[in-house]
């Protein structure tokens, strides 16, 4: 098992800023990709930002040159900065994280954040 611990969100003004924290913890083989995700209510769970074990990055079209995502790999920590928030992007964001052990890939999640950007 490996747990996710998530810390940093909170309230903020649109126009401000956040930074996210998630690390890894537990019976950790190879962490692959880590990444964070969001869900409003009543609506899916999207990607909004993912890395690689190797720095590849990934981002949802609407927080891209806002938001960046960054990893600690001996901490197995990954960050979010989130600049430029906008009200839209009030979410309970959730660290994910894929643990591949030689033969198969376990996803993880963590609690979950709650970022709240008033207008």
């Known amino acids: 098992q490996v747990q996710l611990v998530e810390s940093g969100g909170g309230l903020v003004q649109a126009g401000g800023s956040l930074r996210l924290s998630c690390t890894a913890s537990?019976?950790?083989?190879?962490?692959?990709?880590m990444g964070w995700y969001r869900q409003a209510p009543g609506k899916q769970r999207e990607l909004v930002a993912s890395?690689?074990?190797?720095?590849?990055?990934n981002y949802e079209d609407s927080v891209k040159g806002r938001f960046t995502i960054s990893r600690d790999n001996a901490k197995n920590t990954v960050y979010l900065q989130m600049n430029s928030l906008k009200p839209e992007d009030t979410c309970v964001y959730y660290c994910?994280?894929?643990?591949?052990?030689?033969?198969?890939?376990?996803?993880?999640w963590g609690q979950g954040t709650q970022v709240t950007v008033s207008s």
């Open positions: 994910a994280a894929h643990n591949f052990d030689g033969t198969r890939t376990y996803r993880y």
């Open positions: 537990g019976s950790i083989f190879s962490i692959i990709f």
């Open positions: 890395v690689t074990n190797g720095g590849s990055t």
